[in-house]
């Protein structure tokens, strides 16, 4: 009975040294409803992701939620219309990279005092859009590219949580610079002559 009872008591406390990793955070979903759809001159439009991530850092996109690359293909396909009668519209994701860069340490007063910025995040995010004709995919009867670029830091000793809501944030903020640069130049050249 003894040894049961003794047993028992060391299951209990393994059981108490255990860590439980913590769920990650709910972070809101990327729709784009606010976002204006552009109606295209043509009869369909192909979304293609060219980008492959490294999967190893400097490179950290591929650990965001959703990867940029994701939400791009997502935003793509919400706003982007066919409204012609003839040709192809295909967006191409070629680049979709964040790479993180460590931020040299504060060895000041202030650095001491203030959380300083510990890491740099870039994200570079470039589509090409070229108009083909059904028939003959590999004639690009005309192209356009939108590149946007986006830099944040990121304070030191902050929470996995609060990694994941910048994460996401800098997601969000890519994709509406994507938007714009869309809504400037794509609308533009393929867009429906109203």
Do not use: W
Request: net charge negative; glycine share 4%.
């Amino acid at each position: 009975m003894k040894l049961r009872f003794s047993v028992f008591v060391f299951a209990v406390l393994l059981a108490g040294c255990t860590t439980v990793e913590p769920p990650p955070p709910a972070l809101p979903e990327l729709t784009f409803v606010n976002m204006t759809p552009i109606r295209v001159d043509v009869a369909n439009v192909a979304v293609v992701d060219a980008y492959r991530s490294p999967m190893k850092p400097p490179d950290v996109e591929y650990i965001f939620q959703p990867p940029p690359d994701v939400a791009a293909q997502r935003m793509l396909k919400h706003l982007l219309v066919p409204a012609g009668g003839e040709n192809v519209l295909r967006a191409i994701i070629q680049k979709a990279s964040v790479v993180r860069r460590d931020l040299p340490a504060h060895h000041s007063l202030q650095g001491l005092l203030m959380q300083a910025p510990a890491v740099e995040l870039t994200a570079v995010m470039k589509v090409r859009f070229e108009l083909i004709n059904q028939d003959a995919p590999d004639i690009v009867l005309g192209h356009a590219d939108v590149v946007v670029h986006r830099e944040k830091t990121l304070d030191e000793g902050l929470s996995p949580d609060a990694r994941a809501n910048a994460y996401f944030d800098l997601t969000e903020e890519l994709m509406n610079d994507l938007n714009a640069g869309m809504q400037s130049i794509v609308k533009k050249t393929f867009g429906m002559k109203e």
